[in-house]
């Protein structure tokens, strides 16, 4: 199994920044992609960006030239910095893993999921 700890929300005032983190641990083989989806109330969980592990990313419109993913391979880690924050980006943020894991001789495929963590845009 793989377990994904997030870390780095809270509260922020509009035009402000945050730093999201997000560590994946377990019986990891591989990691093929993390990223973050947000869910605000009401409505469905969008992608807010993604990130392979050659390093190639994928932003929603909405936070394109404000938010920047990375990723630190060694640690299986992998961030969300935002910028320019907004009330609209109030959400709670969800990490995912695209991820092999090897048991016994086989390779399993999946996605793994983070607990949330709540970002609050507000004045």
């Known amino acids: 199994q793989v377990q994904l700890v997030e870390s780095g929300g809270g509260l922020v005032q509009p035009g402000g920044s945050l730093r999201l983190s997000c560590a994946a641990s377990g019986s990891i083989f591989s990691i093929n992609a993390m990223g973050w989806y947000h869910q605000a109330p009401g409505k469905q969980r969008e992608l807010v960006a993604s990130?392979?592990?050659?390093?190639?990313?994928n932003y929603a419109d909405s936070v394109k030239g404000r938010f920047t993913i990375s990723i630190d391979n060694a640690k299986n880690t992998v961030y969300l910095q935002m910028n320019s924050l907004k009330p609209e980006d109030t959400a709670v943020y969800y990490c995912y893993a695209d991820a092999e894991t090897y048991r016994s001789g086989t390779y399993y495929p999946g996605i793994y999921w983070g607990q949330g963590t709540q970002v609050t845009v507000s004045s």
């Open positions: 990130i392979t592990n050659g390093g190639s990313t």
